[in-house]
């Protein structure tokens, strides 16, 4: 019995372990898993970290075949040939390209070209990586893909600071380091390590050791171990250059340690870590140790055929630190690799020198020279639309200016009218002037009988005139919250009959019979009396019975035809006359 639990209990045990592994297996297949994730776990792996990309690319691969979906095959392409040597990896990208060749993305064949120029430029073919970025930068420019022109910029300003042409690499990389919001954090941080790398070249060096202590600090905080190595490298230069050889010597040992473990380093961080130690080295005059470092490399360029333009330094080290030991032995050795590395290197700087002007420079410079004439021609353009514009706001004020004056003429001429008028009469009693004439009589009132209504008979209608004529004679006129309503019934008649005998007899409605009696005592007061015009407008608007200086303004003008400022500056100016 007791081995029958034994056995269930295996059993079980057995079983549970079983679907914890089954369940693991399914989380780690990656045809499982979606390409989104996929990618990422690919483009975090450590650099060199070959057999765990090269895995992850083979299950994109394998998946998106499965699923024959041709963009995520296209991008399993890209992926594997990143860990290829040169003759495989080209085979991926032809693949991409015959796979692509239909493609309506903005990013073909661009892409194409730029990956190419890439895989050429880490094998060492500089030749072949100017070529290919010419080629992406042109079908990039076609498609108006921003970035990828970015990019064929940024890749043949790797190629000028190899001839030499640091100050211009540094205004490439600085204009996207800093200016062109399309670029992501990744590829910012890389610009600014490359960047400081050029600022150390033309002894920008405030510039490039701010550089390098903000990358030292961001990889820090975002835990990027291999870019804090590769920033540490880079203050090792810095150092070296400064010819602060212990301090740099101390950072670089710690950087080739990183660099040679596990794959950690790609070629160029190895190379250039050895070098910068064997150069601090020979500033500390250890010669032994530094030559150590040299031969290190030497044989690294034996196997990877990795050579850049500072090997020339290596290889004329190692011949006179031989030649003053006397082995004549290794000195030819050295001087046999120098004369086949300078060969290689003196193809490529005069191929690069000559083709970089003649396919780059050249026709960026007629681009640019294109764009400025543009953009002159719009300036000039505008610059002409402008001008018409002020001409015609000008002509269209002088138009306005002339039209016051003439209009102000017009309104002192009417102003002036009016003054006489008062002057000559005193008195505006049963007087009411059109705008612009003189005061007229009221209308005679003989034949009233045909013009007044049938609902009023003749005696009232006398009646209502006669208390009228006490109206205007009394100026009672002038108090505020006349209605039609309260003065029918100060005159002891309805507001039916009063409406009719001032439409009748005055050709007007109340409200326009009240504002004219109102004006007309204005117009006579303000030129007789002193005093009175003295004031204040909103005081004059209260005391004419307005509510306000703007309800006066407004009338005033529309009855006499001239603006109250300009009738009471001509009574100042006749007056002084």
């Not at 209605?483 to 009719?500: Q, R, V």
Request: hydrophobic residues 30%; charged residues 30%.
């Amino acid at each position: 019995m007791m081995k029958i639990k034994c056995l269930i209990l295996f059993l079980m045990i057995w079983n549970v372990f079983f679907q914890a592994q089954t369940n693991n297996t399914e989380k780690n297949n990656p045809e499982k898993r979606t390409y989104k994730e996929l990618e990422d776990e690919f483009y975090k792996a450590l650099p060199g970290d070959t057999n765990n990309s090269k895995s992850i690319a083979s299950s994109y691969l394998k998946k998106a075949k499965s699923e024959n979906n041709t963009t995520q095959i296209a991008e399993g392409y890209v992926m594997l040939h990143f860990d290829e040597d040169l003759p495989n990896a080209l085979k991926y990208l032809d693949s991409l390209q015959h796979i692509t060749q239909n493609s309506k993305e903005n990013t073909y064949p661009a892409r194409i070209y730029l990956l190419r120029g890439n895989l050429y430029f880490r094998n060492d073919n500089l030749q072949s990586a100017l070529n290919n970025y010419i080629l992406g930068l042109k079908y990039a420019k076609e498609k108006g893909n921003k970035r990828q022109i970015a990019m064929a910029h940024i890749s043949i300003a790797y190629l000028n600071n190899y001839i030499g042409k640091h100050e211009e690499t540094a205004k490439v990389l600085r204009h996207y380091a800093y200016d062109a919001d399309y670029m992501n954090e990744t590829e910012i941080n890389s610009l600014k390590l490359n960047l400081a790398d050029a600022y150390i070249e033309i002894n920008k060096m405030d510039s490039a050791y701010a550089l390098i202590q903000e990358g030292l600090q961001g990889s820090k905080k975002s835990k990027d171990v291999y870019r804090y190595y590769q920033n540490l490298g880079l203050l090792g230069y810095y150092h070296l250059h400064s010819k602060n050889y212990q301090k740099a010597i101390d950072g670089l040992l710690e950087c080739e340690k990183y660099f040679f473990t596990n794959n950690s380093g790609s070629k160029r961080n190895q190379h250039y870590t050895l070098l910068y130690l064997g150069k601090s080295y020979a500033g500390l005059q250890e010669k032994e140790k530094s030559v150590d470092f040299f031969r290190k490399i030497d044989s690294m360029v034996l196997k990877t055929n990795y050579i850049y333009p500072e090997l020339r330094d290596v290889y004329t080290y190692l011949i006179d630190y031989y030649k003053e030991n006397g082995d004549k032995e290794k000195q030819l050795y050295y001087v046999d690799r120098f004369l086949k590395v300078d060969q290689v290197l003196d193809t490529q700087f005069r191929y690069i020198s000559r083709e970089l002007p003649r396919r780059y420079d050249t026709p960026e410079l007629q681009q640019e020279k294109e764009d400025i004439t543009n953009e002159l021609t719009k300036r000039k353009s505008l610059f002409y639309i402008v001008l018409s514009l002020l001409l015609i706001s000008h002509l269209l004020f002088i138009n306005v200016y002339f039209k016051y004056k003439k209009s102000e003429k017009n309104y002192k001429k009417i102003a002036q009218d009016l003054i006489q008028s008062v002057n000559e009469k005193r008195v505006v009693k049963n007087k009411e002037p059109e705008a612009g004439q003189e005061i007229h009589p009221v209308e005679n009132t003989e034949n009233s009988e045909d013009k007044t209504s049938r609902t009023v008979s003749e005696d009232i209608a006398q009646t209502i005139l006669k208390e009228l004529e006490i109206f205007e004679s009394k100026d009672q006129f002038l108090n505020k919250g006349i209605t039609l309503g309260s003065l029918a019934k100060k005159i002891k008649t309805n507001s039916k009959y009063l409406s009719e005998i001032i439409n009748t007899y005055k050709g007007k409605n109340f409200a326009t019979y009240l504002n004219d009696l109102r004006i007309d005592y204005a117009i006579s007061r303000l030129a007789t009396d002193r005093k009175f015009r003295s004031y204040k407008i909103p005081f004059i608007a209260e005391e004419l019975g307005y509510n306000n200086e703007q309800a006066f303004t407004l009338a005033f003008k529309k009855r006499t035809g001239t603006p109250l400022s300009i009738y009471l500056k001509e009574i100042e100016n006749m007056s002084s006359n």
